[in-house]
């Protein structure tokens, strides 16, 4: 089993940035695709990015891609999202999760945290 918990959210000007962080317990993540999620009030969880084990795949979601970047630290049994130039429509809880194969961009994953707040005002 794995447990993953979010932290780092928070309320942000638009154009600004922060980092979350997902710290993993149970067992070691290295053998876990990783990714990050997020639900805005009314819609359906979206894919935000995903990094595989090895770090030899990364992949963001095209709202995304040139603002966030995921990272992962092993040792530490933790992943990250940098998020810069935010957004009003970045506003969300943002949700990581662990899968045991391939990472993919639906939400078939084992393992989820129970998420953290990001709010971006104009």
């Known amino acids: 089993q794995v447990q993953l918990v979010e932290s780092g959210g928070g309320l942000v000007q638009a154009g600004g940035s922060l980092r979350l962080s997902c710290a993993a317990s149970g067992r070691n993540i290295r053998n876990n695709c990783m990714g990050w999620f997020r639900q805005a009030p009314g819609k359906e969880r979206e894919y935000v990015a995903t990094i595989s084990r090895s770090e030899y795949s990364i992949n963001y979601a095209d709202s995304v891609k040139g603002r966030f970047t995921i990272s992962r630290d092993n040792a530490q049994n933790t992943v990250y999202l940098q998020m810069n130039s935010l957004k009003p429509e970045d506003t969300a809880v943002y949700y990581c999760?662990?899968?045991?194969?391939?990472?993919?961009?639906?939400?078939?994953?084992?393992?989820w945290g129970p998420g953290t707040q990001v709010t971006v005002s104009s």
């Open positions: 999760a662990a899968r045991r194969s391939l990472c993919v961009r639906t939400n078939d994953y084992e393992y």
